[in-house]
């Protein structure tokens, strides 16, 4: 029973692709997230999604775009893939927007060729 | 800029022993700290965490300091298992845009020797 769980996790594709990425939490929380980590392991937030509303959208290209079908969801859709999107990406999810801990997924490697 | 820092990215302890990771952060609005844990191939898993009207918190052989004049916090280990090794990140949290955001550190990899 994994609580957060993502598919896939490994993506290898090339430049200019659009791929997606899909979470899905079993937790009942209200709210999730997206994180990427650099090759420096720097975890920075990227998105966050509170009853399927966007709450933070940080200093993310907008070929970057969230997509949350219902509150279980927080799929991840990146189009015309760069060389510096290759990382791996966490998704999380909070019991609500009040709550501090986040329970993260196991992380998806991108490797943009 | 990084906002939560961990200079120590390698820590290596005899078990038994205390392990004592440490955390600096420069932002005065954060209003809770966390440590996670990681496996490598997984994803964080959250650890203990303290708020900023605490200075010390603890959780079975894990305990959270906060030095809020000092803007650090140390998590303690003890007595240090060989299990215990992994990555650990420690974040901050602050209010933005309605929800609460965390900013890590770039963890210290734990090796407790046997």
């Known amino acids: 029973d994994t609580a957060v769980s993502q598919t896939p996790k490994y993506l290898v594709t090339q430049m200019g692709n659009d791929k997606s990425i899909k979470c899905e939490q079993n937790l009942g929380h209200d709210t999730m997230y997206w994180y990427k980590q650099d090759s420096k392991k720097f975890l920075k937030i990227m998105f966050s999604?509170?009853?399927?509303?966007?709450?933070i959208n940080e200093t993310v290209p907008n070929r970057f775009s969230p997509k949350s079908p219902d509150k279980a969801h927080l799929n991840l859709h990146i189009n015309s893939l760069e060389l510096g999107d290759s990382a791996v990406y966490f998704c999380?999810?909070?019991?609500?927007?009040?709550?501090?801990?986040?329970?993260f997924g196991p992380g998806t490697r991108l490797t943009v060729t | 800029d990084q906002q939560v820092k961990q200079n120590s990215p390698s820590l290596s302890v005899q078990e038994g022993r205390i392990s004592i990771l440490n955390c600096d952060y420069t932002n005065s609005m954060f209003d809770y700290f966390l440590w996670y844990k990681k496996y490598p191939a997984e994803g964080p898993t959250f650890l203990i965490s303290?708020?900023?009207?605490?200075d010390k918190n603890e959780d079975g052989r894990f305990t959270v300091f906060l030095n809020k004049s000092a803007k650090h916090l140390s998590l303690h280990i003890v007595p240090s298992q060989p299990g215990d090794s992994a990555v650990y990140f420690c974040a901050a949290s602050v209010r933005q845009g309605g929800a609460n955001n965390l900013f890590f550190g770039t963890g210290t990899r734990l090796t407790v020797i046997p």
């Open positions: 303290i708020s900023s009207i605490k």
């Open positions: 999604y509170n009853n399927k509303e966007l709450i």
């Open positions: 999380a999810s909070s019991q609500d927007i009040q709550s501090h801990e986040q329970y």
